[in-house]
């Protein structure tokens, strides 16, 4: 484990800053109305690295002058170490820049956070094996809890890329087809079951055109976000058979501002959990490809504090990143810089270590309490917020906030 | 129904030219090693729109130089319609324009084709009758042939925008996981099932940001092309319960190379079929909005001559385009520019109208009769061509070929 790398940027050297030198994370910023630019977060600061490409101090091609980081992730790896050595240096406590770089600090506090990077398209799994086990449980009991690809192949759809927002947009509760088990016809109305999904998105940052490895796969992925895929579980139920989640899924994904870099995670790697059957060897990791990365969620009602309704790690992924990636090139499905990947729910083994209402509450029968209440689904107002951050010796990996607030449906 | 509008590039006015006056439809091409360009189709001819623009000659705002369709789209339904009227004019028998057209017409035959438009996403529908019956039947026995929400809703899943191609691009026989029924454990190899659907595809011209009705996303459809499916059977079977077709359908679809604008098919829209049961009101059709378009596939082996394997109708579709749209929209999903949407299948009422070897051969039961074979599935080297044209009084709406060979697996 590595220790803190100080930085003359002082909010950069606390134990608690999601944003220490070790991290340099990216986002895209702006402040009053002025046009997004890319920023890099230290401590309480977002390093405004355009201005640093438009006045000649770095120099990338000037993919740093986008407005997002696509066009960076695209100049390849050479490109990624080299950015991330110099801010290293440049940022350091003693560093001879620091008086060049004070002036293009500006205070998070002050700055608006858009998306960091084009969404090109986006995909989602179904690959932690306790959310799996709990949903298949609730709907078909224990022994077919898990469908029969589930321990063979990491099972994903597609997604609708348009639909990916970053933190702190609203969320408007979706309008859906519903049937109930019970009812003789569906009917037109609001979702009653709304509710989140836990979890972590991958970036791939460079585009392939045939199959690659799961080793391949594992190199392209450029960094991560923490990711909400708001999910109208009543919509789902109706529509899902046979071609799979759509409307239900399509309202809102929420992501964390920040790109945290494969590289700054790169200590804290580890090794997916034990095969219960072997997998196929176009699957096999030929290294740890997981990180150990601490995981929760908060709910705020409209008027009430906030409650930690779960507590998570990523690593209870049964797939990694790079086997899901893998797994989407195996038909010569051709991947593009700024595609996105869900993980899939991570649910960890325990009651409180759930990754979304619909097993926190068991589907609504043991309502979890909260400040000045119970819930089953999210209710009109509530305020759900991600966090996570990988632990290291006096310092932590954060990705910032993944939040959404519940506006009421537009009948 | 009207009559052909004569045009001075005399090809244009036979009876069997896909590319008559009266259709106009928009494409992308180069000629040697050139950059792409806007162009549209007459009789034999590419007419360069691109260079009319760059002469001034048109004035659009640019957007016929942008080696794509997206921006001209995006530019709105007043500018489609002045546009279509203005080369309807110029290209007319007896336009003064002539000579100033005549040294931007190129021959058809000298061009190679692109994808005449970015595909932001795609997403494919399930909305033919027929060919949910017959799927249905094959799986579950005719009773339970239609799934509970079919009568319903337009079911749909996200596709993979990445690997849509314009005619002419060969296909890989795709790698995947397969398991039959009798197997015990999956393996890895070349998908022995692999198969064609032949499909329309409707382009949505215009963004929306929350959910639109049925009339409101008529509107916005910008134009159709054919759409070839390419679908695993054998790599569906195995993943898709319960998220849906994920690698099955991402090796390659293959759309024709000319944009049919909705405008161009007015005179020859129909309505769906009569309802089995009643729709909920926010899918009630306002008027006619599907379209009587003949349709058909023909099967050329490596070394044979081509097989008419299957005739139908794009009017055979329980849903339009306008229905699967609104629906895409209910839970507000945010629509873009250049979203492309896969009609289904569309299979007609007889054996010989199926739109896809799976039903044509009764999942290989009944093996189809071929030029020199038999066929159950595509074979390597053969080729598949998808055609399709509206009718008029001596001129008809076509769409050109949207073809692709099949090449082996890469193992």
Redesign the interface.
């Known amino acids: 484990m590595t220790t803190l790398l100080r930085s003359f940027v002082k909010s950069a050297n606390t134990p608690t800053t999601d944003f220490p030198l070790n991290n340099l994370p990216y986002g895209v910023f702006s402040i009053g109305g002025d046009a997004p630019r890319q920023g890099v977060a230290i401590g309480d600061f977002v390093l405004d690295v355009h201005a640093l490409e438009e006045s000649g101090r770095l120099s990338y091609s000037g993919t740093l002058m986008k407005g997002s980081w696509n066009a960076f992730m695209a100049s390849g790896k050479t490109e990624w170490v080299r950015f991330r050595q110099e801010l290293t240096n440049l940022l350091a406590e003693g560093s001879d820049a620091q008086s060049v770089l004070e002036p293009h600090l500006v205070a998070m506090k002050k700055a608006a956070l858009h998306m960091p990077f084009t969404v ?2 986006y995909t989602d799994f ?1 690959a932690g094996k306790h959310h799996a086990f709990n949903v298949g449980t609730m709907f078909r009991g224990p022994e077919n809890a898990l ?3 589930w321990l ?2 990491p ?9 990916v927002a970053v933190s702190g947009t609203p969320v ?1 509760r ?4 519903l ?1 109930g088990p019970n009812d003789d ?4 109305g609001p979702s009653q079951r709304f509710d989140i999904e836990l979890e972590m998105g991958a970036i791939v940052g460079q585009a392939s055109d ?2 690659i490895s799961v080793a391949e796969a594992f190199e392209i992925i450029f960094g991560y976000v923490l990711l909400n895929d708001w999910s ?1 579980r009543d ?1 789902q139920a ?11 899924k ?3 994904t929420t992501v964390s501002p920040w790109i945290v870099t494969a590289e700054a995670l790169e200590n804290f790697r580890i090794s997916t959990p034990e095969r219960e ?1 072997p997998l ?3 699957l096999h990791e030929p290294g740890p490809m997981l990180y150990d990365i601490d995981l929760e969620v908060g709910l705020t009602p409209e008027s009430g504090t906030e409650t930690i309704i779960t507590r998570t790690n990523y690593r209870e992924m049964y797939y990694s990143a790079a086997q899901q990636l893998a ?2 090139t ?7 810089v700024g ?1 996105l990947l869900g993980s899939g729910t991570i649910s960890g083994p325990g009651k409180n270590n759930r990754g979304s209402l619909l097993e926190l509450s068991w589907g609504g029968k043991e309502p979890l309490e909260i400040d000045g209440g119970t819930r089953s689904f999210i209710e009109d107002g509530d305020t759900l917020v991600l966090r996570g951050h990988a632990s290291g010796n006096g310092f932590r990996i954060g990705f910032g906030e993944c939040s959404g607030k519940l506006l009421p449906a ?1 009948t």
């Open positions: 090109s398209e179904y469908p029969p690809n063979h192949i099972i994903g759809y597609n997604g609708r890329a348009s639909s408007r979706p309008m859906g087809q049937k016809m569906p009917r037109f045939g199959p109208a919509i109706w529509e899902y058979q046979p071609l799979g989640p759509f409307q239900a399509a309202t809102m059957v196929l060897p176009h797994h989407h195996t038909s010569g499905c051709p991947m593009r595609d537009k």
